[in-house]
């Protein structure tokens, strides 16, 4: 399984450092949460900071737009180094022609949408993209508790893919720690996004990143 760990719970005064320390301790790709205090309350940071950071990994940097009018700032994200952008289906009312901008820039495309939308409403966008992420707690807060319901539809995206033969891989985000990411992976997600499970007080970036791996049975 494949690790994205989240910077929006890293210590930003450290950030180079924290993301060194996730590349070494061997996670796959970061992830970064881009909010506009619009489609959710919060709000974090921008192309400046994600250019900051593609500088400084040689991971693939995948943004996660939780913005509204997300296609106005695609050619940013392509200009910060980003290889994949994801984008909500609420916020995209067009979205072929989404993806088809998306695709214009080279970028890989991934789509998401809320715990309580409905699976139909990406279904017909399967075939087009790179990767589909389900959101397991509401977006736009960090350390939240997963939602359990999410398990059942992980298993039911996975099954969305899989009867198209999609290759395109199956992300989770939201409460995913050592308590859930067996739960997750058994569900069929090939990725998961994971915050405070590896960025936290309580163990070092290496160390947090050890417990997953070994709460997977992955570690030799």
């Known amino acids: 399984m494949k690790l994205a760990p989240s910077i929006y719970t890293a210590d930003f005064a450290r950030l180079g450092e924290q993301i060194r320390d996730a590349e070494r301790a061997g996670v796959d790709v970061i992830h970064l949460d881009i909010m506009d205090g619009n489609f959710v309350p919060n ?16 991971l693939l940097c995948e943004a996660h737009l939780m913005i509204e009018e997300p296609e106005r700032t695609f050619h940013d994200y392509q ?53 589909v992420l389900i959101m397991s707690v509401e977006p736009g807060y960090g350390g939240q508790k997963y939602i359990p319901a999410s398990t059942h539809r992980i298993a039911r995206l996975r099954q969305m893919l899989d009867r198209i033969g999609s290759q395109a891989e199956l992300e989770v985000d939201g409460g995913v720690n050592v308590d859930t990411i067996c739960e997750v992976r058994d569900a069929g997600a090939s990725i998961v996004v994971v915050g405070s499970a590896v960025f936290n007080d309580a163990h070092s970036v290496a160390e947090s990143v050890r417990n997953l791996r070994d709460t997977l049975g992955e570690r030799a």
């Open 79 to 131: 200009e910060a180094g980003v290889t994949r952008v994801i984008v909500h289906v609420e916020t995209c009312p067009h979205l072929f022609s989404t993806i088809q901008h998306l695709r214009q820039l080279k970028l890989q495309v991934g789509i998401t949408l809320n715990p309580l939308t409905p699976l139909v409403a990406l279904e017909e966008a399967l075939p087009l993209v790179d990767l």
């Open 43 to 58: 709000i974090t940071f921008g192309p400046m900071v994600c250019a900051a950071v593609t500088r400084n990994t040689s």
